[in-house]
């Protein structure tokens, strides 16, 4: 006998071919018990685990399958005679590490002098696992498309209603779909965990500010949105943002808008306001520049209805004050 790398022994007298098959079988994880008619073992290899009594002379792999998967076994063994189709079952079974799965490959083989049943055993737990979780995703990814493509059809359906011309509309729904696909990026990149607060400030702010910083004084802790949070508080962002370019701060070269996080709380649960704050230049005017029509709308009903908290929006002549209030099932402290 020879110790193998793997720990196991060899025989030295084995056939070369058989020591290969042996190898093969043992790296691919698959495992076998060829047996009577009767249930008498003839040969086994691989077997470990919850197949290891297998390895006995009378092992009864129906024993190992619980209610009807253990009747499904029988069945398929019982059918398993000179001349029947070899069978293939996929079936599940209790585990001390849980429960397992297995490809069992069933076929009649006379090997020599030898009769019986050919019982292959792959396990296939890991690739079960995998199209579970592929399976999952695939209907998260669709319940998030179906919601992005809601959001868009009330974005046109709303903008279309408000805007004086097809130019004015193809304006507006194109501003607010690249604002919502800037958000969109943001929760992608992330795998889907969301969006950081200040990231996404600085995101949608570049298109017209150029640099964020300079446009942007920010104060308070960072939070990560969840991924409806995020692209509703872009699209509250991005209404702010053009309203400010139109006719605020941002036009007139104004001084940093402040953009704050602050702690409170909403029907009794720990949750934090963002808050714009922008002091807008003197024009002679009395018009405050505040957000009209669909934008307003956003600002004051779609977006804190979307978070489930609420909101205060107050242009003044010389000031915009908005203060969106999000509940702590929305977000996430950042730490540090």
Do not use: C
């Amino acid at each position: 006998m020879t110790d193998t790398a793997d720990g196991t022994q060899q025989n030295d007298d084995m056939h070369p071919v058989e020591r290969v098959l042996r190898t093969v079988l043992s790296r691919s994880g698959a495992a076998f018990r060829f047996q009577r008619g009767d249930g008498r073992l003839i040969a086994a290899e691989n077997l470990s685990g919850p197949l290891a009594s297998l390895m006995e002379e009378d092992g009864d792999a129906g024993l190992l399958f619980q209610s009807e998967a253990g009747d499904t076994f029988r069945s398929a063994l019982g059918a398993t005679i000179p001349g029947a189709a070899p069978q293939s079952l996929e079936l599940d079974m209790a585990a001390n590490d849980g429960a397992r799965s297995y490809r069992i490959d069933l076929e009649w083989l006379e090997a020599g002098d030898d009769k019986g049943v050919l019982l292959v055993f792959t396990d296939i737990s890991e690739t079960r696992h995998r199209e579970k979780v592929l399976k999952t995703l695939l209907r998260e990814l669709s319940h998030r498309s179906k919601n992005l493509l809601a959001i868009i059809q009330g974005i046109a359906t709303q903008t279309a209603r408000q805007a004086h011309s097809l130019d004015a509309f193809l304006t507006q729904f194109r501003g607010r779909l690249h604002s919502l696909s800037k958000s969109q990026d943001l929760v992608t990149d992330s795998s889907w965990r969301g969006a950081d607060l200040f990231e996404l400030i600085d995101q949608q702010m570049t298109s017209y500010a150029g640099d964020a910083r300079e446009a942007v004084r920010r104060s308070g802790t960072d939070i990560r949105l969840t991924p409806n949070a995020a692209l509703h508080v872009g699209l509250a962002l991005h209404e702010l943002i053009v309203n400010s370019a139109t006719n605020g701060a941002l036009a007139a070269g104004e001084k940093p808008i402040d953009i704050s996080t602050e702690p409170t709380t909403f029907k009794e649960k720990d949750a934090i306001d963002l808050v714009w704050r922008e002091d807008r230049p003197d024009t002679g005017s009395d018009d405050a520049g505040e957000a009209r029509g669909f934008a307003r709308t956003v600002l004051e009903r779609v977006v804190p209805t979307a978070v489930g908290g609420a909101s205060q929006y107050r242009p003044e002549k010389h000031s915009v004050e908005y203060r969106l209030t999000i509940p702590a099932n929305e977000y996430e402290i950042i730490a540090g």
